[in-house]
């Protein structure tokens, strides 16, 4: 039986749809955006656009509209998945704040048809203006109409039938009395637009008030027009023409000529302006003049058509107020943009305000350990066309290094504020000296302050809330005023004792010497005693911060303390020093650094043990600790100190594994940073380095700024042109992509349509086409101007700068299909082999191709090898020192010569298409293209691969990977996953050669690519998550996510889970967990099983405590003694934490 659990890494990032309205209040403008299975709600206000809200429903988004009911105040959101699930929602505001309302389904259904053939240009949903029906066609020649009536909870629909078959775009019209629609469709003759008015009474289409003939034969879009002059816009390939029955208009511009418009927003409410979007990036403005009759009336007397700017390519767009318009993108980065009245010196009208990242769709991908910590990285192929990128996916978050000091042996550092607003000043300690660094500008030097002791170590100084400052060294305390530098007032502890820890804020302080207590506080110039008492033990770490955050706060009334020998944790209270509650950690190993913090309005205690090791508490508001727990951070003394990013305070874990503390949602996040160790840190905000962090490491301290506190971390390498596959040669530090750009034939033959990597690379070769093309009898036909023609080219990229080194342009016609990098037999050198085909329009499938072998070495690439096959290769890859590789239909071969040859051994016919290929030990599986998993064995002493178990059942493959000897997991066109298991201990042959399967989800996301790997650090101390086994998929939604393998009791543990969450959280749109997660594809639809839904089970955390407590009633898991036990919240909650740490 298969016990897999499968999570989403990455939410997708690609937007389907947007709109804009009035939707959580009557005066709130807000832009809603689909991504896939997600939508957020922001609002958009002269700051910009701010996220309120994300929340996903059980089902992919097709359609999803904006409207108003008529008499209501607000805007409703209508939905329709791609299961043809249909949902209204609405906000309901509880309380006050802009952020307390809920998303209450209104009204919900089903509107799938028994029969019916799913109609091949999508599904079309159209809203009549004044809200009196929705319209709907998903199947070919039914229009199903949903009426809209007041507080109804179902979705009632009715189907019309349609004598139009190959519809391409549906509208309902402005300004008529019946709701009535208009469509353009194709029949034998043309493309034709036509009106049907609607009948709701006799639930029937009663006339076609006017129709238009023979429209231009690439019109593929209609935008209806609101009054006072109704009618529709027709857009084709060359022209756009306006129409209302009576007259039209139409205008052929030269610049619409060039792509093709795929997306469309209205400006303004009375239709004379709207945006148009095309494949090229390109944005336009349609203009609608109008002439001004006699009789007051007004109507269409020309349209004008102006290229505005360039921007990412439009899926789908929006025109949110004051000139900004958000521009959602399935093929590179959703922008919002800000139009101008003005052009600029490039001739544009556009300026790009904000980027908004999307990974999709991801071609492909490498799993790399770049920085050899022991942390993987995923590199993907993303984007398509002028967006096609690299992004490096990586968890945890980057520093950027501004400045760095060669100072080795830090044992502490502050910033200071002498005479200036900003910090001027560094304090930086050493084990017997203090030296101090003064920043001006980007210079840094060395001077002295007069009042300090310079010849030993300090243990804290800082500004004073009196203007002064502060420093505590092991001999005293002493306060200096800034402006003279002298000293002001001293302490020190009586009896000639030595101080040997302190904490310290702007107006107390808290020092020991062994295991006596002295609390001081800070005055205007002078230090007074307000208290000392002796504990039992001697104390390891003092934390006196303010737990109120912001500038006025200066006084605590509780310290936390950290002991020797009892190992515990004890907060007292000031001035009186009295114990408030006490907690031991347990074990051997000291506390080294503790801290109080404020998370999302909640009050943590952060205690830092020797050995790496982190507990955490919550303190209650009577000052007691609660929900302690454990985390590993890393295996060296960590030091606790706090930063801020804007307005929230985040906490710095120093270490060997340095860590940045954060709350999201709640709950405590843990995020790695991408340095090697970092002993010490403490923020700055100077004059030249404003909101960054100084770091010390044993040699150097480096001045930087840190990235965006998110939990995935991704850099964007713009290429310019669509990546499609990638490899990573680890000898010679580089990546190796195919990468295809769109050239376009002229007079003087292919020139690109656009700079981009292949074509700016440092150096470049070509494959030359004439002798082979010549050899295999197809000389290219003359290709008439203006075509386009994808040009395929191996890149050769740095892994570090991400440089574009070398680009190798293929021959004409020649698409590169797969790569390897990879060593062949027992040469020593590294190759990169890439499999090619020649596509011709006349072929059905390649009949001819290339596999070519080079080898990049001293900045040059060298073609080592060339074989010509008889096909295209669509895998290729290392096979115990061969090259395996899959040509159409058959799985072939070759051993590596002496004389650096290929040479056939043996090859597998058994395929329609072998698409994809993964190999473990000597097992091969193939991926086919509509025949689902093969598994075949090379057999070394015959030489030859033998066919072991194919699984029968009919899947169109997307991608394929072998779990272990014996498990497979497959992904297939209808975005589903599936596991088929072998039984190789069966008694007979049959048995043993079927493949069974055992386990099926569905993921609502399009698999492109598996890859074993992880992006967590392996081995983070002690997860009591028993997993083994982790395979990344990247999706064409942009969305990352993880499949691993569970024993059977956990996964029964989490399956009883699941069952119960799906019982207490209502998903918005009513869709049932069950229905979503369940395998379906045109053959067969099967309930999901073998899979845990880790995204529901994550979501656990977001629940209030009562639900939580509800959720865990009667949970039982089996203990290790095999007994089962009752769990309480508390174990789930660490469990499910858990959980949330594999990706």
């Known amino acids: 039986m298969a016990h897999n659990y499968v999570v989403t890494a990455q939410h997708p990032t690609t937007v389907n749809v947007c709109d804009t309205g009035n939707f959580t209040s009557p005066t709130d403008l807000n832009l809603i955006i689909a991504r896939n299975t997600r939508i957020e709600i922001l609002s958009v206000s002269p700051e910009g656009l701010r996220s309120i809200r994300e929340f996903s429903i059980n089902g992919s988004i097709e359609v999803m509209k904006l409207f108003r009911p008529a008499g209501a105040e607000k805007d409703r959101l209508f939905i329709v998945t791609r299961r043809h699930h249909a949902m209204i929602l609405e906000v309901e505001s509880n309380g006050a704040g802009s952020n307390n309302f809920d998303i209450v389904t209104r009204a919900y259904g089903d509107v799938r048809d028994k029969i019916g053939k799913k109609s ?330 007069a009042g300090f002791v310079a010849d030993q170590q300090t243990f804290y100084t800082g500004n004073t809330e009196h203007g002064q400052i502060v420093q505590v060294t092991p001999g005293s305390v002493r306060l200096v005023c800034p402006s003279s530098k002298e000293l002001v007032d001293s302490w020190t502890p009586p009896g000639g004792k030595l101080i040997s820890v302190c904490g310290c804020n702007t107006s107390q302080l808290l020092a020991a010497s062994g295991s006596v207590l002295f609390y001081l506080e800070i005055q205007a110039g002078k230090l007074v005693l307000a208290g000392d008492t002796t504990l039992e033990h001697e104390v390891a770490c003092i934390d006196l911060t303010p737990l109120e955050d912001g500038d006025t706060t200066t006084r605590t009334s509780v310290a936390s303390l950290g002991l020797w020998t009892d190992i515990s944790v004890r907060l007292v209270k000031l001035p009186s020093l009295e114990e408030i509650t006490r907690e031991y950690l347990g074990g051997e190993i000291i506390p080294r650094s503790i801290l109080m913090a404020k998370f999302e309005g909640t009050n943590y205690l952060l205690c830092a043990l020797g050995d790496g090791s982190l507990f955490y508490f919550i303190v209650t508001s009577s000052g007691t600790l609660t929900d302690k727990k454990k985390v590993t951070l890393g295996t060296q003394p960590t030091v606790l100190r706090k930063f801020r990013t804007g307005s929230v305070s985040n906490v710095f874990a120093c270490s060997d594994r340095p860590t940045v503390i954060y709350s999201s949602n709640q709950k405590l996040v843990f995020s790695n940073v991408n340095l090697k160790e970092v002993k010490h840190m403490c923020p700055l905000n100077s004059e030249a380095y404003k909101d960054s962090l100084a770091l010390a490491t044993d040699t150097t301290v480096t001045i930087g700024t840190i990235d965006e506190i998110q939990k995935l971390h991704i850099r964007s390498v713009p290429l310019g042109e669509s990546p499609r596959r990638i490899a990573y040669q680890e000898e010679t530090s580089t990546f190796g992509v195919i990468s295809c750009r769109i050239d376009i034939h002229s007079k003087n033959g292919l020139q690109p349509s656009r700079p981009s990597a292949s074509t700016q690379a440092l150096s470049s070769t ?349 949970l039982q898991r089996v203990d290790p003694s095999g007994m089962k036990v009752t769990v309480t919240v508390e174990d789930v909650v660490k469990v499910v934490e858990d959980l949330t740490r594999i990706h």
């Open 120 to 449: 091949e240009t999508g599904t079309l949903a159209v809203i009549d203006p004044e809200s009196r029906v929705i319209g709907l066609r998903l199947y070919d020649s039914l229009f199903k109409v949903i009426p809209l009536e007041k507080d109804q909870a179902e979705l009632k629909a009715f189907n019309i039938r349609i004598e139009e078959l190959q519809i391409y775009d549906i509208q309902f019209l402005h300004g008529v009395s019946q709701p009535t629609i208009v469509l353009l469709h194709q029949d034998v003759h043309g493309r034709h637009v036509k009106t049907h008015e609607l009948s709701l009474k006799e639930k029937e289409f009663v006339k076609v008030a006017w129709k238009q003939d023979n429209v231009e034969r690439e019109a593929s879009m209609l935008i209806p027009v609101p009054e006072p002059h109704g009618g529709v816009i027709i857009i084709g390939a060359e022209s756009i023409t306006y129409h209302n029955g009576t007259m039209y208009h139409a205008i052929a511009p030269a610049n619409l000529q060039e792509s093709s418009v795929v997306a469309f927003a209205r400006v303004d409410p009375n239709g004379s302006r709207y945006l148009l979007g095309d494949m090229a990036g390109h944005l336009f403005m349609l203009l609608l003049e109008k002439e001004d009759r006699m009789d007051g009336t007004s109507q269409v007397k020309d349209l004008k058509l102006e290229l505005l700017g360039e921007t990412t390519i439009a899926e789908t767009m929006t025109y949110l107020d004051n000139g900004y318009v958000y521009i959602g993108s399935r093929l590179g980065d959703s922008q919002l943009v800000r139009l101008n009245a003005e052009a600029d010196t490039a001739g544009s009208y556009v300026t790009v305000v904000d980027t908004f990242t999307n990974l999709g769709p991801i071609l492909d991908m490498v799993v790399v350990d770049l920085e050899r910590q022991g942390q993987g990285q995923l590199v993907t192929c993303s984007g398509g066309f002028k967006e096609g990128s690299l992004r490096i996916i990586r968890n945890g978050i980057g520093i950027h290094e501004l400045a760095s000091i060669d100072l080795p042996g830090i044992k502490g550092m502050w910033p200071l504020k002498v005479g200036q607003e900003k910090d001027n000043t560094l304090v930086l300690s050493f084990v017997e000296q203090t030296r101090v660094l003064t920043l001006t500008g980007e210079e840094v030097e060395e001077t002295e302050i």
């Open 766 to 1114: 070509t494959s030359s086409s004439l002798g082979s093309l010549v050899r295999s009898g197809q000389a290219a036909g003359q290709a008439e101007c203006g075509q386009e023609q994808e040009v395929y080219s191996l890149l050769i990229i740095d892994q570090h700068t991400f440089e574009v080194f070398h680009s190798h342009q293929l021959m004409q016609q020649e698409y590169a299909t797969s790569i390897l990098s990879g060593k062949l037999g027992d040469d020593p050198t590294p190759y990169y082999v890439v499999g090619t085909g020649f596509i011709h329009p006349e072929e059905s499938e390649p009949k001819t191709g290339r596999i070519i072998i080079f080898s990049w070495a001293d900045g040059k690439l060298t073609q080592v090898a060339e074989k010509e096959i008889k096909g295209a290769a669509y895998t290729s890859l290392s096979f115990n020192g061969k090259l395996l590789a899959s040509i159409n239909s058959t799985v072939r071969l070759w051993e590596w010569t002496q004389e650096k040859e290929l040479r056939l051994e043996c090859s597998h016919f058994n395929n329609i298409i072998a698409l994809h290929m993964k190999t473990s030990g000597d097992f091969i599986l193939v991926g086919d293209l509509v025949r689902s998993m093969t598994l075949l064995q090379y057999k070394t002493m015959e030489g030859s691969f033998e066919e072991i178990a194919r699984d029968y059942c009919p899947n169109w493959m997307t991608a394929v990977e072998i779990l272990d000897d014996d498990t497979f997991l497959g992904a297939e066109n209808s975005s589903n996953l599936f596991v088929c298991q072998r039984d190789s201990g069966a008694n007979t042959d049959e048995e043993r050669q079927q493949m069974t399967e055992v386990g099926q989800i569905h993921i609502g996301d399009f698999v492109n690519v598996f890859r074993h790997g992880s992006l967590v650090m392996q081995n983070l101390g002690d997860s009591t998550i028993p997993h083994s086994g982790c395979v990344l998929f990247g999706t064409v939604g942009g969305s990352i996510g993880l499949v691993t393998q569970l024993p059977q009791d956990f996964f029964e543990f989490l399956n009883d889970l699941q069952a119960k969450l799906t019982k207490v959280i209502k998903s918005v749109g009513r869709i049932e967990h069950s229905n979503w997660r369940s395998f379906s594809s045109d053959k067969k639809d099967e309930a999901c099983e073998g899979f845990i839904d880790g995204d529901i089970i994550e979501s656990f955390l977001d629940l209030d405590r009562t639900s939580m407590s509800e959720v865990v009633t009667g």
